[in-house]
């Protein structure tokens, strides 16, 4: 099976498609599947703008909804994590995973999916320590920090990928574990990226529970994006004598890596989505305690077995099948020519993927919870004692300013954003 891995994304999704196409026709060869480690931009129209993270001057179209519309196909099944650039209001519709598109398919704020034979694991968003321990709070219309709050990586989503005991064979993060550019050419790294050496000397380039989610899964390939350039590492395992074969990549630019393809042993095609088995019974154990506020979940009220579940699962997909539940467009297709009436909602979507998901585990919808009046956003800074951030240091640009000025007018903060 031959994968194509594809750093950032930002929302070009014609170009890194027609990519892959002169590819596989200059070196007849076929191209399987499509990985994109994030900041992919599902943007489906100008309202879905508002809950991008990127300054006005760039937020853009681009071209992912002429996908979501049907103007186009994608060439190639995709499957994507997010980053924090991103429609986050669609994403949170789809938090289990779901079709973004057809032949799109987003793996959730965690997820497993299976392609074939092969496990396919991965993390959405970015560590940041200060949101790490809290749930999943905010609540539309997005406020100012819950746009750069809201794609953080949060301590639930990565307790149930830690549950994961059935080999992955994949795992993608847009953020890199802590600690990789130990095990690669960190010298190299430096010369194209200098300002990363504090963060590097400090320990805090890159993310802790990636890391934690390293060690303990140990699959043979992770793939990174976020600090755009490509950085490639070998991760020995002490462990049981395993490796790991990391690659970051960059995003889609001329010149650029931004993408690598790899062969991997698979069975016999042909290759189609699967849900995963026990992923979906880590999802029916923890569901229950999924955390809308502020505050962490409560694993003591988790009253499911993972032995259960796992049957109930089986039981399930026997009868149903592991095909995943259909694509179903939730909002209005952007029109270029036609301007965005006054009025059209921008709320939150029910989508019917998600809730065939929950109806198939008989598990509660507890996302419409987000429908609940919330709180200002300036109430929530004396909960988080001890903290202190600034929100708008992830306000930044994504034009690749780290990489066109000199280093010494960059400043890390901006740098480790990506």
Avoid at 144 to 158: K, L
């Amino acid at each position: 099976m031959r994968i194509a891995v594809e750093g950032c994304m930002h929302g070009d999704l014609d170009n890194v498609y027609s990519t892959l196409l002169h590819l596989q026709e200059v070196q007849n060869i076929k191209i399987d599947l499509l990985l994109c480690c994030g900041d992919f931009q599902a943007v489906r129209n100008e309202k879905d703008l508002e809950s991008l993270n990127v300054p006005p001057k760039f937020r853009s179209m681009n071209s992912f909804w002429k996908y979501y519309s049907g103007e186009k196909v994608a060439p190639f099944p995709t499957i994507f994590i997010g980053g924090n650039h991103e429609a986050s209001n669609y994403l949170w519709e789809l938090y289990y995973g779901g079709w973004a598109a057809p032949q799109i398919y987003f793996l959730g704020f965690a997820g497993v999916i299976k392609f074939g034979n092969i496990r396919i694991g991965g993390l959405s968003g970015i560590y940041k320590s200060h949101h790490y321990n809290m749930g999943h709070y905010e609540k539309l219309p997005y406020s100012e920090q819950d746009i750069r709050s809201i794609y953080h990586v949060r301590e639930y989503d990565v307790h149930k990928l830690l549950q994961i005991e059935e080999p992955i064979d994949i795992f993608l993060s847009h953020d890199w574990p802590v600690g990789i550019t130990a095990c690669g050419d960190l010298k190299a790294l430096l010369r194209q990226k200098p300002f990363f050496e504090q963060e590097i000397q400090e320990g805090t380039l890159g993310s802790k529970p990636a890391a934690e989610l390293l060690g303990k899964l140990r699959p043979p390939y992770w793939f990174s994006a976020h600090l755009h350039c490509k950085f490639a590492a070998l991760v020995q395992h002490e462990k049981d004598g395993h490796s790991t074969k990391f690659l970051a990549l960059d995003k889609c630019l001329p010149g650029r890596n931004f993408l690598q393809v790899i062969e991997i042993e698979s069975g016999p095609g042909p290759h189609e989505l699967q849900l995963d088995e026990e992923w979906l019974a880590i999802t029916r154990k923890y569901n229950a305690v999924l955390p809308l506020t502020i505050k962490n979940a409560n694993y003591n009220s988790v009253h499911l077995g993972t032995e259960q579940c796992l049957q109930f699962v089986r039981n399930k997909l026997q009868t149903r099948g592991s095909k995943p539940f259909e694509f179903v467009q939730t909002a209005p297709c952007y029109k270029p020519f036609q301007p965005v009436a006054d009025g059209v909602f921008h709320g939150f979507y029910k989508n019917p993927q998600t809730e065939a998901l929950l109806q198939f585990l008989e598990l509660e919808y507890l996302l419409n919870k987000m429908l609940e009046s919330r709180k200002p956003a300036a109430n929530l800074a004396p909960l988080i004692s001890g903290c202190s951030f600034d929100y708008l240091g992830e306000d930044i640009p994504i034009d690749d300013i780290d990489d066109t000025e000199d280093s010494k007018e960059v400043d890390p903060e901006y740098a480790q954003e990506g």
